[in-house]
């Protein structure tokens, strides 16, 4: 087998499980709350514990990747999840289930962005899109699986054992990496700057810490004010310091490579809305709805399965139209379905919701595929490590983003409504909400020119199909 298509297998491994285990969680929240004894929108800390976590060590997993091996970090990042998978089924309160998650988060941080800067290293730049599109394809079954998985095991079982699933997948994750991948790393490797990743660590695990318990749980709202302005300001501070030390934790002078400051923000923003789904969608259908986690899981991961049929087509799609005109219209088209997932009822036919989310995750999938290669498109090889990082937790922040946004207008929904038990009625503001957001990034998106990342996308514009014309018939005519 080709080694373009080897390596995004063998990372699949990893993504297969870390995205099996996210939407398995994200069916059973209901079910889990129960069994813990909390509001079901308490949950929302266990989705975005993890993802903050994620943002915390994702900016050294670069480094330490150049310093120890890909290949030895790899494997070390897939124990450290298998770990907290097993903290996870162990876990009684709320409390250690947040930790045990943001364990989860610490070996998510390094296994994930490891793998695909070792693709992005070894494959060539006309081949990203096809190898960032191989790896995901795999990795989609996990969330085609995950919901209807996390469902049969939550209606039939205990939802402890949907943790346990993580352990085979990792281990085989583990034996490939041993036999296939080079153990990449830079000779020359930068000093770890220490002062930048306790600010920029601190500043996101406080600030995305402060905005989660906003609202009416855990913690006085005095506590999530301060955590929100201590947060903030360690990352302005980071600002500052990162402009002054020649090798930053994250690197910020990234931004001005246009297609990546382009990709990093419009895509952030566009995914700060997606992020949302995993929380609001299973609690609207069990608790507005009244399914149970199984019957969810059915109706949720066709998302995934049409997601999974876009990967496919979506490096022709660009190759025809270009990373500018595919990401504008395209961001339009998904958020227009996210939000139409808000105009569900009780009554509405399976049939419809199926369709929707399936036509949703088609255009989703086609957005993230090409944000993730205009991303990296202009990035040299030597910068791909620092870009691969910030790149990283520009996701991984825009995701618990959304996770709070979605929980914030569904508990102020549920307030104005009375504040009761949730309902039906409850879901749509946030539906809306989240897909207006998504929306705004084809704003960022119509900034492209029109040529933005051709050598990737292999897109060739109008305007130089033209030029080149012109000199094929003007070398005929000297000829």
């Known amino acids: 087998m080709q080694r373009s298509k080897l390596l995004p297998l063998i990372v699949a491994c990893a993504l ?25 929108i308490a949950l929302k800390l266990a989705l975005t514990s ?19 091996g890909a290949r030895t970090i790899f494997r070390s990042a897939l124990c450290v999840f298998m770990f907290g998978s097993l903290l996870c089924a162990m876990s009684s309160s709320l409390g250690a289930f947040v930790g045990a998650r943001f364990v989860q988060g610490m070996g998510g941080a390094m296994m994930v962005p490891v793998g695909r800067l070792v693709i992005l290293r070894s494959v060539s730049k006309a081949e990203i899109v096809g190898a ?10 996990g969330p085609v ?19 346990f699933i993580n352990i085979p997948i990792g281990l085989v994750g583990i034996v490939l990496a041993s036999l296939f991948f080079e153990d990449i790393r830079e000779e020359d490797v930068a000093p770890l700057d220490i002062k930048g990743f306790v600010l920029s660590a601190f500043g996101f695990a406080s600030l995305m810490l402060g905005l989660a318990t906003g609202g009416r749980h855990l913690v006085p709202m005095a506590v999530s004010y301060g955590c929100v302005i201590a947060g903030a300001a360690a990352l302005l501070a980071y600002w500052f310091h990162a402009r002054r030390v020649p090798y930053p934790v994250l690197n910020l002078s990234l931004f001005r490579v246009p297609t990546f400051r382009i990709g990093v923000v419009g895509g952030s923003i566009f995914r700060t809305g997606i992020g949302a789904i995993p929380f609001l969608l299973p609690l609207m259908l069990q608790l507005g709805f009244g399914l149970d986690a199984l019957h969810s899981g059915l109706i949720t991961f066709v998302s995934a399965a049409g997601a999974l049929i876009m990967k496919t087509l979506a490096k022709s799609i660009l190759a025809q139209f270009g990373f500018r005109r595919v990401l504008t219209i395209n961001a339009l088209l998904g958020s227009a379905f996210l939000a139409a997932s808000g105009l569900f009822t009780p009554a509405t036919p399976h049939a419809i919701m199926l369709s929707v989310l ?56 549920n307030a104005f409504n009375g504040g009761k038990a949730l309902g039906a009625g409850d879901f749509w503001p946030a539906f809306f909400l989240v897909g207006l957001i998504s929306a705004s990034s084809a ?14 996308s292999g897109h060739v514009p109008v305007s130089a199909r033209k030029v080149t014309a012109e000199a094929i018939a003007d070398q005929k005519v000297v000829e």
């Open 358 to 413: 399936l036509i949703g995750g088609c255009f989703r999938s086609l957005q993230f595929t090409g944000i993730n290669a205009l991303s990296y498109a202009d990035v040299s090889n030597r910068e791909m490590s620092s870009a691969t990082s910030l790149s990283s937790v520009a996701q991984q922040l825009s995701l618990s983003m959304g996770v709070t946004i979605g929980a914030f207008a569904l508990e102020s929904a």
């Open 50 to 68: 993890y993802l903050v976590s994620l943002a915390v060590f994702i900016p050294i997993s670069g480094w330490m990747a150049d310093r120890f």
């Open 145 to 163: 699986v995950g919901p209807p998985l996390g469902g049969f095991i939550s209606t039939f079982f205990d939802w402890r054992w949907i943790f």
């Open 132 to 141: 960032l599109a191989y790896l995901t394809v795999p990795a989609l079954v």
């Open 16 to 40: 297969f499980m870390e995205n099996t285990d996210s939407t398995v969680i994200a069916t059973s929240l209901p079910v889990i709350a129960t069994s813990l004894g909390e509001d079901p």
């Open 443 to 456: 704003l960022w998106m119509m900034r492209l020119e029109p040529d933005a990342g051709s050598e990737v």
